[in-house]
């Protein structure tokens, strides 16, 4: 892909999801405990970040998206990921059926054989944070479910 059209699809993308480095800053002054600082400064070490403002923003836009959970109708995107064991009966069948039931807001399926038995799906989800909720608590009934895990962002 040439170059330009690739700016200028980062541009759509920084847009859409507000994070343009390029755009307004608002400056803020917060007070904490010293030790929630020290505790704050060692993770960002432990996970590589050198930029505490950086890292208190990913902080804020969890906080939100956490927040998004009880505001069902906010839109969000992210991936369901869940292992079963291929060998339980009907489990394959009604995780399909549930998927197409949920069409509207499933993208895609990742399958991964584990081992013999076991598998791990990845499902990628893009759209209300309730429907996307209802979607997981609908898999996470099947019998044979073996863990699942939601992770998810909002705009
Ligand atoms: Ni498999």
């Known amino acids: 892909m040439n170059r330009n059209n690739d700016i200028k ?48 923003q990913i902080a804020m836009k969890n906080f939100v998206t956490e927040y998004a959970w009880k505001q069902g109708q906010q839109k ?16 394959q069948e009604a995780l399909t059926d549930v998927q197409h039931h949920y069409r509207s807001i499933v993208n895609s399926t990742t399958h991964i054989h584990l081992d013999e038995s076991q598998c791990l799906e990845m499902i990628s989800v893009q759209g209300r944070m309730d429907h996307i909720r209802a979607l997981a608590k609908a898999i ?16």
Request: net charge positive; charged share 25%.
């Open 9 to 56: 699809e980062y541009s759509t993308i920084f847009k859409k999801w507000r994070v343009c480095p390029m755009v307004r800053v608002d400056r803020i002054s917060i007070s904490t405990p010293p030790e929630l600082l020290r505790q704050f400064d060692d993770s960002l070490r432990t996970l590589g970040y050198t930029d505490r403002s950086k890292a208190l």
């Open 76 to 91: 969000g995107a992210g991936a369901i990921l869940l292992t079963y064991d291929h060998e339980s009966h009907g489990l």
């Open 140 to 155: 996470m009934k099947i019998r044979g479910i073996t863990q699942l895990k939601l992770s998810t962002v909002t705009p």
